[in-house]
């Protein structure tokens, strides 16, 4: 679904400019000044618009959708580019099945079972290969477009904001656990202990902080 449609504007389009499209709208096609048989089309054209602008009049918000449509949406000339691509990777990979069937059928009649059976996974090796380097590609080609995006949404001021996954959380919450662990121990060493103790003691400040905990 894209907003920038929906509202009618451009994807660069000012905050200004989404709020006066969105006003325009609104009142296009508010329920109440529409026909009874043009009621109900209204209203489900109204709830969209008001869903699209609660998204773009909010500047973090649309950076997210941004970097979501981003990643759905395509110019013709990469599309075609991309298409390109794929048809040479698809022609790569039927040559190479080509030629393995020729290999196959030219030794057909004069290997063993195990020599067939050698074969066999030879050729599957190599198609599972070729898929491997396919999805590399596509996965580098997907990255290099949403990292140049994130930038370019940088370099217009945007502020990326990314939701914490609970990998996140396990991580944090791990490396907070591990520092505990490291300054029980040092505290355990007895030059560390008594050095910690000494600066407390001759240390005002410390000590006027540690009894307002206390």
């Not at 013709?76 to 040479?88: D, I, P, R, V």
């Amino acid at each position: 679904m894209n907003y920038y449609k929906i509202l009618e504007v451009d994807r660069n389009a000012s905050p200004e400019v989404i709020e006066k499209a969105y006003k325009t709208l609104a009142k296009k096609y508010h329920p109440d000044l529409q026909e009874s048989n043009m009621k109900q089309e209204a209203e489900e054209k109204l709830k969209l618009i008001n869903e699209a602008y609660e998204t773009l009049s909010n500047p973090n918000s649309r950076a997210e959708y941004d970097v979501t449509l981003n990643q759905n949406e395509i110019s013709e000339e990469e599309l075609y580019k991309l298409t390109q691509e794929n048809q040479n990777l698809y022609n790569e990979l039927n040559n190479l099945r080509n030629n393995a069937n020729t290999t196959y059928n030219n030794k057909t009649n004069n290997i063993s079972y195990d020599e067939k059976f050698q074969d066999e996974q030879e050729r599957q090796n190599q198609y599972e290969k070729q898929l491997e380097y396919e999805n590399q590609i596509q996965q580098a080609r997907e990255k290099a477009y949403h990292d140049a995006y994130i930038q370019d949404l940088k370099n217009r001021g945007y502020k990326i904001k990314y939701k914490k996954t609970p990998k996140d959380y396990i991580k944090n919450f791990t490396a907070l656990f591990i520092t505990i662990i490291i300054l029980f121990l040092l505290w355990q060493i007895p030059f560390i202990h008594n050095f910690f103790i000494k600066l407390f003691e001759e240390n005002p400040l410390l000590q006027t902080i540690f009894n307002l905990f206390n």
